[in-house]
């Protein structure tokens, strides 16, 4: 290894690459070229990756949504057209008989898919606002947070059908004085008072409900509005492993046994799989990836063979001096090793530079696509990655690098010295 420091070594090296200096800085373009385009591309699609993964961070990635809609064919004595309707009992049975199934959250509301939104009262104010009535595992799904000093909905007040309310920071812009509190103030939702107990901050990214979504328990709710036992619509998560494909097939297969629909109507039960669309998003970013990954060493590869040909014409230049250092008793290893050397310096020099070209265009790139309106977050690429890319830079200079030296290893000093 002494033969890394060695000064004269080194002066050799550049004083050969300072003879070709066009040639050189041309062939070490091709493997700049191909890391600036490994940490380009993988940079953007990790971006994108990290974009998606800040929208969808309020809500479960694997989760969906079901409702009843109406049959399409005519079945066990029903005929086509039968309306579809949820029942809490239909959230027990799929939660024992579907083990994919993490959470499940039964809900009703009022204020969305065509029905009017509720009329709400605070003193002179008022505004009309959708209103659901939850579970307080519905936050296991979709992450409400809730100012300091109030709280979500729990069970005692799903036990006790309690008269409370959670509103939204909008809601209480408008029905509340700037600096007023509404934690355990009352307001009037159509003709029934409920006290605030918490206010639920507007989510960054994906969000199941408005800023002004009002939410009460499910108890409450059948009893104020006679709804038995009907449900609206369930949201769902299944577990991180699970093939979220699949578990929307096998929840509409049991909810079409369970309702005695035909096993081949799709259309009774309409759906809507988060998990599905997330994981195409996540699969495209993935395959940019790795198509990066193939273009970049491509390219570095195309541009480590440059190198080696820079030197295979070099060393034919450098005959007679290569004999010279023969002749006064360089040993075959001692050369061998500068050519090499040579070999790895150029392509991690070329490395180095494109990486940090890349790394300069990421920081624009993200300087430009902070205040876009886009999935879009922090393109960069990860340390191992780089440190990968260059160890393998690394190793094809040194392979390539032992075509040129065993050439000049294999002149022999007396031929060399004859050389014109």
Not at 4 to 9: A, G, K, T
Not at 207 to 232: C, K, M
Not at 257 to 282: I, M
Not at 401 to 420: H, K, M, N, T, Y
Request: charged residues 20%; glycine residues 10%.
């Amino acid at each position: 290894m002494r033969f890394l420091f060695d000064s004269n070594v080194w002066q050799e090296i550049f004083g050969s690459i300072s003879k070709n200096k066009t040639r050189t800085i041309i062939t070490m373009i091709g493997v700049l070229w191909g890391i600036f385009v490994y940490i380009g591309l993988s940079g953007a699609a990790k971006g994108m990756d990290n974009g998606f993964e800040s929208v969808f961070k309020t809500v479960s990635m694997n989760s969906m949504f079901v409702w009843g809609q109406s049959t399409s064919k005519p079945y066990d004595g029903f005929k086509t057209g039968r309306e579809m309707q949820l029942k809490l009992k239909d959230v027990t049975t799929l939660e024992n008989r579907i083990p994919e199934i993490q959470y499940i959250a039964p809900r009703i509301t009022q204020g969305q898919f065509g029905s009017d939104p509720v009329y709400t009262v605070r003193g002179q104010k008022s505004g009309s606002y959708t209103l659901n009535g939850d579970y307080p595992v519905y936050t296991k799904i979709s992450t409400k947070k809730i100012y300091d000093g109030g709280r979500f909905l729990n069970q005692e007040d799903i036990d006790q059908a309690r008269r409370v309310i959670v509103i939204g920071e909008r809601t209480q812009q408008e029905l509340f004085e700037k600096n007023e509190n509404p934690i355990g103030q009352s307001i009037r939702v159509g003709n029934v008072y409920f006290q605030v107990i918490g206010v639920h901050k507007l989510a960054q990214g994906v969000s199941f409900d408005s800023d002004s979504a009002l939410f009460i328990p499910f108890s409450t709710y059948r009893q104020l509005y006679n709804s038995g036992e009907n449900v609206g619509y369930l949201c769902i998560a299944a577990y991180d492993d699970a093939d979220v494909v699949q578990v929307e097939k096998d929840i509409k297969a049991l909810l079409r046994n369970l309702h005695r629909v035909d096993p081949e109507d799709e259309r009774a039960f309409g759906s809507f799989n988060l998990g599905e669309q997330f994981a195409k998003v996540s699969g495209f970013a993935k395959g940019l990836t790795f198509v990066s990954l193939i273009v970049g060493i491509a390219t570095i590869l195309a541009g480590v063979i440059g190198i080696g040909n820079i030197l295979l014409i070099s060393v034919k230049e450098r005959t007679k001096e290569l004999g010279v250092r023969r002749a006064l008793g360089a040993t075959p290893s001692e050369v061998r090793n500068q050519i090499i050397l040579e070999s790895v310096f150029l392509t991690l020099l070329s490395g180095i530079i494109g990486i940090i070209l890349g790394a300069g265009v990421l920081a624009l790139i993200n300087n430009l696509t902070k205040d876009i309106d886009f999935p879009y977050t922090n393109p960069t690429v990860p340390i191992p990655y780089v440190l990968g890319a260059l160890a393998i830079m690394v190793i094809l200079g040194t392979l390539i690098g032992l075509i040129p030296a065993q050439r000049a290893v294999s002149i022999r000093p007396i031929d060399a010295l004859r050389e014109e």
